[in-house]
């Protein structure tokens, strides 16, 4: 499976590949250090992820742009988007799943947590593949 994440912090795509790595789950991860790059890549000719891990807070082109962005293009409609932040605002993640996110995932503090809710979102993806875009917008909020 196929797997975006977009963050500005070098640590959190070192912590976050490295969990991957430990799971049961074949995944093929590429990283972004910023929403502008992570864009272009989506608009490019590469094939398109099964799931975007999406930070809230990075220079250039924030979490909210490219979920906006992503949302508006029929192309992208197969792609789960899953808001992946330290934060936590009740006001932030309303008007996320308003927008049309899959889920939001805030950074757990430990790299055993970051496992277990990685794989729990990762068989949720997997399990979802296939169904329309409707039957996948079951949001949840993962700690």
Request: proline share 3%; aromatic share 10%.
């Amino acid at each position: 499976m196929r797997v975006y994440l977009a963050d500005d912090d070098q640590d959190d795509r070192q912590f976050f590949s490295d969990a991957l790595q430990e799971l049961p789950i074949n995944i093929e991860l590429t990283t972004f250090q910023n929403g502008v790059d992570l864009m272009a890549d989506l608009f490019s000719e590469a094939a398109l992820p099964k799931a975007i891990f999406l930070d809230l807070k990075m220079p250039m082109m924030d979490g909210f742009e490219c979920l906006a962005d992503i949302k508006a293009e029929e192309k992208f409609r197969g792609i789960d988007v899953i808001i992946y932040s330290t934060s936590f605002n009740d006001w932030e993640v309303e008007k996320l799943q308003e927008m049309g996110a899959n889920s939001y995932l805030q950074k757990p503090s430990s790299f055993n947590q970051l496992k277990t809710v990685l794989y729990q979102c990762l068989d949720t993806i997997k399990t979802n593949l296939g169904k329309a875009e409707e039957e996948r917008l079951q949001f949840t909020v993962l700690k």
